[in-house]
């Protein structure tokens, strides 16, 4: 894992105290090539309740389909059906794909959610599995939690437990009628991916993106601590990941690792008045994680966090740092959305579309001369057009959900490399 600290203002002024933003940049070493992966074990859970019914189940079960045909002899999977009640159609076992693709086939819709008991089963299948592989959920679902376990909060830490244990959960919600706050807080504690499928035929394209990070997984349990000085101040965190108070700093969560991805974590100081010149220690940041593969051990990188202190006339000569300054705003921008969508929810149309706009215009005003301005533009576009759906007659939980789905992957500060060929 490769490590680099930069900051929006790397020369400060020794006479003035300063609030400077940290960027994190992590990048990821590259996958194994395709055929030396390490074997998965998965256990697709997928909610045949009555709501299903039609075209959803139908393009859930083909788009489970495309994922089992991408697995190899040395995966594993086990099969998992749920509504009020749960089958168990495939227990974990090395996959055959005839066996699974025509089991997909020959699920049909039936009563309520029991979500908690189909994707405990799949925990339960996956514990048999061997414990130094991946091991993960993919629980499939396109409404509330209404039998079995329903409490968010008994849920998220379950999630949490479970992937302290070695098993993950990535999970995918189709349609309007799923709670995306329970799914988002369960993958997160899962240390998985959560997906948007805002109608039916988006879901192959979906299992194509988990399935392509499932086999270029390359670390676990990747976390980042941030340990400010004694005379420095840790005023936040720009990113929204799990995070734990821990002795001298904060502790960040940041889940699984793919190859050669990219994460920013924008982190903001509070450094005092420094009575000296030169370079000036003002924290550590320790990176901790699991490596996958041939190897299977703990790593630690500890990047001392240091900026230099010059005189007033050299620090206002000192042009920022345009990268550190565009991740900040898009942070900024995402936090914005989460406020405005937030405001809608609650029929304060006219404060979300406030939030919204101005978030755009910032946007915009960023990307000239970037090089990442047509992503800078797209997000203008996006705040623009919801604010425009935010009105009485517009606002609908699919608006809602898409917002909620994109100020949560911005938050994360994560590019994806390129597909690899699939050749």
Known sequence: MKANIRFDHQLLAVESEHHVHAMLELVAPAAPKKDQRPPLQLALVIDRSGSMGGPKLAYACQAASFLVERMVPSDELALITYDDEVQLLRSMAPVDKTAVVNALHHIYPGGTTNLSGGWLKGIEELRRSRSDQLRKVLLLTDGLANHGITDHDTLVDMARTT??????????????????ELLTDMADAGQGNSYYVASPEDAPGVFAQEFE????????????????????????????????????????????????????????????????????????????????????????????????????????????????????????????????????????????????????????????????????????????????????????SHHSKNLHFNQRMRHQGRQRRPKRDEN
């Open 213 to 396: 990070d499932l086999s270029t997984l390359v670390a676990q349990n990747v976390s980042v601590e941030i340990r400010p000085s004694e005379e420095v101040k840790l005023l936040g965190v720009l990113n929204e990941y799990p995070a734990t108070s821990v002795q001298g700093g904060l502790q960040l969560n940041l889940g699984d690792a793919y190859g050669e991805d990219l994460r920013r974590i924008v982190f903001e100081l509070h450094i005092p008045q420094l009575a000296r010149l030169g370079l000036a220690k003002v924290a550590d940041v320790v990176v901790r994680y699991v490596t996958v593969g041939d190897e299977v051990a703990a790593k630690e990188i500890t990047i001392p966090v240091n900026i230099n202190m010059v005189n007033a006339d050299e620090a206002s000569s000192a042009d920022p740092d345009q990268q550190v300054v565009e991740e900040v705003t898009i942070l900024k921008a995402a936090r914005a959305q989460k406020e405005a969508r937030g405001r809608a929810d609650t029929g304060d149309f006219g404060g979300a579309q406030e939030l919204l706009r101005k978030a755009a215009q910032e946007l915009r005003a960023a990307a000239p001369n970037s090089a990442r301005a047509q992503e800078l533009l797209q997000d203008a576009d996006l705040m623009e057009g919801s604010a425009d759906m935010a009105a009485p007659d517009q606002w609908t």
């Open 163 to 180: 992937a302290e244990d070695g098993v993950g959960t990535t999970t995918i919600g189709f349609g309007e009628g799923f709670d995306e």
